[in-house]
């Protein structure tokens, strides 16, 4: 429940898809969106839009966005998109084939395979005030 006035916000998490590597990586994941993906999503078509255009309960949302990242291993980042919803729903031979790729390519990449490394995000964050 949300008083008049009060307000609603909603954050997330999405891979910062400007850094070379994360772009390249964005699409053998098979998994959550990237910032170039949640800025190209029609206002309309997101699962945001009420906070996004407004309603006759929220006013218009207002968008922030703060570069941030993780701590990540090559095993922790696999790890962690491992539990990403396409994964789960994915036949067990090919997750298995996809987390290998993953592995593999991190295994390449300068930035990722020796230890840890940031894994690049951008925090977006939408707020809106419950209307009166």
């Known amino acids: ?7 609603l ?15 390249k990586l ?8 990237t910032l170039s993906s949640w800025r190209a999503t029609p206002w309309a078509d997101s699962e945001q839009a009420v906070l996004r255009a407004g309603s006759s309960l929220f ?11 993780q701590l990540r291993s090559a095993d922790s980042l696999v790890a962690a998109i491992a539990t990403h919803s396409p994964m789960l729903v994915m036949g067990e031979a090919e997750r298995a084939r ?3 790729t993953l592995r593999d390519f991190l295994d390449r990449q300068p930035e990722t395979s020796s230890g840890e490394f940031t894994m690049p995000l951008v ?10």
């Open 1 to 7: 429940m949300l008083s008049p006035g009060g307000v």
């Open 9 to 23: 916000a909603g954050l997330w998490n999405v891979d910062d898809d400007r850094v070379g590597w994360v772009a």
């Open 26 to 33: 964005a699409p053998l994941s098979k998994s959550g969106p």
């Open 59 to 69: 006013t218009q949302a207002e968008q922030c966005e703060f570069g941030n990242g």
């Open 98 to 100: 996809t987390l290998a």
């Open 123 to 132: 925090t977006i964050a939408l707020r809106a005030a419950r209307r009166s």
